[in-house]
Structures are given as structure tokens and as C-alpha cells.
């Protein structure tokens, strides 16, 4: 009988409040899933009309923003109602933690920057999903970014995670299009303006490529004879592409240069040396012996 007191008040707690928790986790399961789902698809009219542009990457950034709202505010509300179930007053440790949270923003202040400062990024669009960017010291294409923290992989694979509060400037290499910057030698004796015409017809060349053509906005624009380097005059020039393509342009674009240049007798200069024996106190140059061995090839 004793046995029996002691268990029928736990029997009747899991028929009732038992129930009810496990309906409460079953449905906070389902709320996740479709939270999920509907975060992935919110955008999804407007990635049917633009599944390789701009928007794709806003929409992907936001879509996981999203997705960690939803997640908090769920889990949340899941745990206020457990605790109903518990017979545990919520409106007390709301008030508490009231309080709590204003002790722990002061200690926690870098927290708080980062939140701040990951939400004005995202409300200006500064970095996307996909985007190629320099931050916090650190490059790389952006893996995710939330409130608190963005995560970029660099060429080689390693993966940096900075904090939005460190990040003070951000330079975006895929924003709307891309360029990128030529700095072509040549060598002195060589006439520009024929230089000129080859770098144009290895561009159009290049443009007219079904590989390459698409990825291509514009003919490269010369800018013109840059500077005079110490063997080579540098003539500069730029093309523009869409996001994230300039580096597979350009390295395209520089194979097919060499070639041209080649085809062409354009020399690509190479460091030159002058030497210089000097003179003695009559005006005289020293002997400058100069020995060249032949080796003999088998």
C-alpha cells in the first residue's frame, strides 16, 4: 500500500504533465524542421530568376540568419513551457534574468559588440554567403555569418573565424562585379602602341571563348604606359567580370599573353646588369677581366 501511495502521484504526473512535455519536445522537434525548411525557402521564388547572382548570395545569408532566430526563439519558448509543467513560476526567473542580463552586459562587453556590429553588417549588406573578402586581417571566401561571428576559408582550406566586433574594415572582392588589375612588362626597346593592339586581341580572343565569354563583362580597358621600371616599361590595364571570376579570367588571360607575345617577338623583360669598374685618380678605368668557360656537352 505504502508502494502504491508513492506511485500513484507519479503515474498520474506522466499521464498528465509527462504528456504534455513529451508533445512539448515532439512539436518543438517539428518546429525546428519546418523553421529549416521554411528559411531555406523563403527566398526561393526570387532564386528561380536570379540562381547564380547577387541575390542568391543575400538571400543564402539571411536564409541561415533565419534559421538561428527561428532555432533561439524556439528553444526558448520550449523551455518556458517545460518549466510550466514543472510547476516552476516563470514570471520570477524572467525578472531575475532581467537583471542577470544587465550584470553580465557589462562583463560580457566584447559580446555585445560583435552582436551590434554583425547586425549593422548584415542590415548594409557588407559581406554575403560567397563572397570573397579581407577582414580582421584575415581572406577568404565567407562559409557563414551571423550575429556574432563571421567564418571565412582561404585559398589553402584553413578556416578563420572573426569576430564582428574586430571587424572594422571590410574589403569585398565580389560585391555587384569584379576586376582585376594587369600590370604588363615590357621590354624598353618594344613599341607600346603595338603592345597595345596585341593585349587587345588576345582580350577579344579571350572574349569570344563559349568558356569564357559569359564570365567576361567588358573589353579590358587599357589605362595606359604606368611607369618605367627598372628593365621593363609597365603598361596598365584591367578587365571586369562577374563576382569571383577574375582570377580564372586572368590566368587564362596571361597563358594566352605569353603566347601572343612569343608569336609576336615582344620580349618580356628580365633583370638587367651594368657593371661598372669605375676610374682611378687619373681618369683611368681599371683592367675588368672577364673569363667565359665553355663547357663541352657530350
Do not use: C
Not at 161 to 174: A, C, F, Q, S, W
Amino acid at each position: 500500500m505504502e508502494i502504491k501511495q508513492y506511485l500513484d502521484p507519479i503515474v498520474d504526473w506522466l499521464l498528465a504533465s509527462g504528456l504534455r512535455i513529451a508533445f512539448i519536445v515532439v512539436l518543438t522537434l517539428i518546429a525546428l524542421k519546418i523553421a529549416k525548411i521554411v528559411s531555406n525557402r523563403i527566398f526561393s521564388v526570387f532564386l528561380k530568376r536570379d540562381s547564380e547572382g547577387e541575390f542568391k548570395k543575400r538571400a543564402d545569408t539571411l536564409s541561415s540568419l533565419l534559421r538561428y532566430v527561428f532555432g533561439i526563439s524556439i528553444f526558448i519558448t520550449s523551455i518556458i513551457m517545460i518549466l510550466g509543467e514543472f510547476g516552476i513560476e516563470v514570471g520570477p526567473i524572467l525578472a531575475a534574468a532581467g537583471v542577470v542580463g544587465v550584470a553580465l552586459g557589462f562583463g560580457a562587453q566584447h559580446l555585445v559588440q560583435d552582436i551590434i556590429s554583425g547586425f549593422f553588417i548584415l542590415l548594409e549588406d557588407e559581406i554575403r554567403v560567397g563572397d570573397v573578402v579581407q577582414i580582421g586581417g584575415k581572406g577568404g571566401i565567407v562559409e557563414s555569418v551571423d550575429l556574432r561571428m563571421t567564418v571565412l576559408r582561404d585559398l589553402a582550406g584553413n578556416v578563420h573565424y572573426v569576430r564582428n566586433g574586430l571587424i572594422d574594415v571590410v574589403t569585398n572582392m565580389t560585391k555587384d562585379y569584379s576586376r582585376f588589375v594587369f600590370d604588363i612588362g615590357v621590354a624598353y626597346r618594344e613599341d607600346v602602341d603595338e603592345v597595345i593592339k596585341v593585349i587587345k586581341a588576345v582580350d577579344e580572343d579571350l572574349r569570344n571563348d563559349p568558356d569564357y565569354k559569359s564570365d567576361i563583362l567588358e573589353p579590358i580597358e587599357i589605362l595606359g604606359l604606368d611607369k618605367f621600371a627598372d628593365s621593363a616599361v609597365v603598361i596598365k590595364a584591367r578587365t571586369k567580370t562577374k563576382p569571383i571570376k577574375q582570377w580564372g579570367v586572368a590566368r587564362e588571360f596571361n597563358r594566352r599573353l605569353k603566347r601572343a607575345f612569343d608569336e609576336n617577338n615582344i620580349e618580356i623583360p628580365f633583370p638587367h646588369v651594368t657593371l661598372y669598374p669605375g676610374q682611378d685618380k687619373d681618369g683611368q678605368a681599371p683592367p675588368l677581366f672577364v673569363n667565359m668557360n665553355e663547357q663541352e656537352q657530350n
